[in-house]
């Protein structure tokens, strides 16, 4: 079948204005996987997701979970096309700290051609580029090219436990040639890529529990185990002065960087002083022998995201507190498995702990790291797709981040993932004044259409 | 003069119930002098505080300072007795974490002959002992046997730095032969007890900036230098695992224990595992080779109050924190300068902070540790009144906690401060459920009646 795409091209013109007006309308939900009171919200963002399939004629429906909800979406049946499922998802991170926002984070607001909302890029705006692409071609065309599977899902902030269950119990109903998610970042604004490499997970908090309450620190210091003194000496002990992580065997499984993927990322002309603007530090730090963007791609990481404990208020409060806690989350990658870390650092707190505080490890989400194969035919026109949807052939590069999801595809589906990013790095994603770049969003969309043409080129 | 004891006894126990209830009113005055909207609430205190002494008939003002007012009152002349200056303080603690108070923090609430509140000790009930005492004394003989001055600060939880300039500036006016302070606590229930010795203080906060804003730990960590990390690995620097705490010169010029001391506090017959009860732990811990007492009294200490840093709301999120910081104070003992201990830890921190981390040290405050001679006829006289007030000789104790104005006292008057202490150590002071036995109350009520006799024997 050949492409309408003057056609297409046309209508993207014509309804480019209502495609960010209605992202504004999912944006504007409240839809925080993380907090138990946005529930209601969470089911909201589920039901006008599903709107959107119905408004195409797809066959659809919301999916409850033991967590949040599904959606599920499925077009009319192209026979003799190659089925590609997209993965999205409708959830967004907390929007903490709230103070540090321009404009409030679930009031959608334009500045400077950027979109700016929790969750803008991250996912509601990049997984909507391939809701409004199929509208393109069905308004058009009156069909598509290709068979969609549509998977959305509202847990990706905190780990898709329950995603995991459902692609297990689904895989008849999933079974696809290729997996389409964009949820990840262009290389540099005009330099599109498809990123071939995630990293994993493991997120822990560590709660450490001392006196049965909060005590003077003048009348009980020194004589009773003081939670946050042992949190700060355990956590300390996760990583060297040398960058490097030390828990027991962490780095036993590590893939190392090959050294023709080295050269790759050499090649890439990263800028170091261009990044420490953009983040606005005076210094760039991580493991000792190695370039920044191998530190962020290819090698193992440890972050504290979060530290409590005692009085947080203005001024002074001599306390000795009854608790501490860190929230705290290694990046993996190829090969390491999250499971083996989740039992070594447990052993090495354990042995940390000091006597007179009791310990409570609470493991949060563990995911494997991935590597998708770069000479696949998705591949190459997943390549050709972007190249005329953002008017430049795309780099291919790794990612920091996770996306857990991709490796159970891989398992469970036995299926590749295109990571097709339309983002940028400096989105703000999980930070405040997250944005999308409208001309971004738009591109997306042209590429998205493009790329159902050029999977359709492929056999199924 | 006659102490006319069976009418003062008569009148304390006839007023008994509403010196009570005076005491809840000044109890929930919300006079938390560490944060600034409590600011008129600071006021109200003061000038009830004020309205006593004008009952009393006593010479009075309250004093504005740069900070917090000063309550300052003088009874009339008594021609050859000594002066007592009596030394209080208005202000307290904040009340977090407000959810672990059984009753709320300022609706004083009796239950087991316990006086529920924040300040019920701490030391809006202390203080107001000395107050009704001179009632009884002015409503039964008509007069107090000594003269009496009253310097009832706002300041005291955090810092008495205006207090410090007042006592500096109006040496004339607080001339006086002995001091009493009633901000500490008995040994045990049962058991009253003089405190010689108070350790010193020294509270800062470490504040950490990296990144310009929150960032996504997947995308960022591990390239950047991440400031809760480097909270952790600085602040847990300043102690070792033996509890010996590491800044360069910090134990140089600590007093040790005399042999005799150790000796003395042996005898008082402290029961660690009554404590460990007491605290819900399950072993202590503590500088290595002192018994829980030295720990407690005689040896410098260091604890974190507070840590901030991150995603602290629930479940996980995956930033990198822009910001994170600590709040921890030092005790200290006898000899050691709380400006020689900020200046070493300042430059120790200096070195310990990492490439793309910037560091802001705030000193809150810092006095030194003070002890009061045990052979003095004021310390004679104070134990004889305690014995009348609490049907108890008093033993003789040191204290963790710190009032920065006794050695502001011993170096601007030249004068001694008697250190009485109607609390008991589980009385919550600085924690949830603050609390004052009533029988204390009264029993300190007793005491300080019976001590303006005793002093009044000691010719000024």
Same mark, same amino acid.
């Given at each position: 079948m050949n492409a309408p795409s003057p056609a297409i091209d046309k209508y993207l013109d014509e309804n480019g204005q209502r495609f960010e007006e209605e992202l504004c309308q999912l944006l504007r939900i409240e839809s925080v996987s993380a907090v138990a009171a946005h529930k209601a919200d969470i089911q909201r963002a589920a039901e006008w997701v599903l709107g959107q399939f119905k408004t195409l004629g797809f066959a659809c429906e919301v999916i409850a979970t033991a967590g949040h909800p599904i959606v599920f979406a499925q077009s009319p049946t192209v026979a003799g096309a190659a089925t590609v499922l997209v993965y999205g998802h409708y959830d967004v991170q907390p929007p903490d700290p709230l103070n540090e926002w321009i404009s409030?984070?679930? @009031?959608? #607001?334009?500045? &400077?051609?950027? $979109?700016? %909302?929790? +969750? *803008? #890029? &991250? &996912?509601? +705006?990049?997984?909507?580029?391939?809701?409004? *692409? %199929?509208? !393109?071609?069905?308004? #058009? !065309?009156?069909?598509?090219?290709?068979? $969609?599977?549509? $998977?959305?899902?509202?847990?990706?902030?905190? +780990? *898709? !436990?329950?995603? @995991?269950?459902?692609? &297990?119990?689904?895989?008849?109903? $999933? %079974?696809c040639d290729i997996i389409v998610i964009s949820d990840t970042s262009q290389f540099a604004p005009g330099q599109p890529a498809i990123t071939y490499g995630l990293k994993g997970i493991a997120y822990f908090e560590l709660r450490l529990a001392g006196p049965s309450q909060d005590l003077h620190s003048g009348v009980f210091g020194g004589a009773v185990a003081n939670p946050a003194n042992a949190l700060v000496r355990m956590i300390a002990a996760l990583i060297n002065e040398r960058g490097q992580i030390q828990v027991p065997g962490f780095y036993d499984d590590v893939a190392p960087v090959a050294q023709a993927e080295r050269e790759q990322m050499r090649k890439l002309g990263f800028d170091d002083a261009d990044f420490m603007r953009q983040l606005g530090v005076e210094a760039l730090a991580g493991e000792e022998g190695f370039t920044t963007l191998e530190r962020r791609w290819a090698r193992p990481t440890c972050d504290i995201n979060g530290l409590t404990s005692g009085y947080q208020g203005e001024g002074s409060k001599t306390v000795l507190p009854a608790r501490a806690s860190a929230k705290f989350s290694f990046r993996l990658v190829p090969n390491q498995d999250p499971a083996k870390i989740e039992a070594s650092l447990r052993g090495m707190l354990a042995k940390l702990c000091p006597p007179g505080i009791k310990m409570d490890l609470v493991a949060y989400h563990g995911t494997p790291a991935v590597v998708v194969p770069l000479d696949s035919p998705y591949m190459a026109a997943a390549s050709r797709a972007i190249e005329k949807g953002f008017g430049k052939k795309p780099v291919f590069i790794r990612e920091g981040g996770s996306i857990p999801v991709v490796s159970t595809f891989h398992e469970k589906l036995g299926v590749d993932t295109l990571l097709l990013g339309w983002g940028q790095n400096d989105d703000n994603t999980h930070s405040p004044n997250e944005k999308f770049c409208l001309a971004d969003f738009h591109r997306g969309i042209k590429a998205s259409a493009h790329l159902w043409e050029e999977l359709s080129a492929i056999r199924a």
């Open positions: 409030p984070p679930f @009031e959608p #607001t334009v500045r &400077d051609g950027n $979109l700016y %909302a929790r +969750g *803008s #890029t &991250d &996912d509601k +705006g990049q997984m909507f580029t391939h809701v409004k *692409s %199929a509208e !393109a071609w069905i308004r #058009t !065309a009156g069909r598509l090219p290709v068979n $969609l599977k549509y $998977l959305i899902e509202g847990e990706e902030e905190v +780990g *898709s !436990a329950n995603l @995991e269950k459902f692609v &297990d119990k689904n895989r008849q109903r $999933l %079974a």
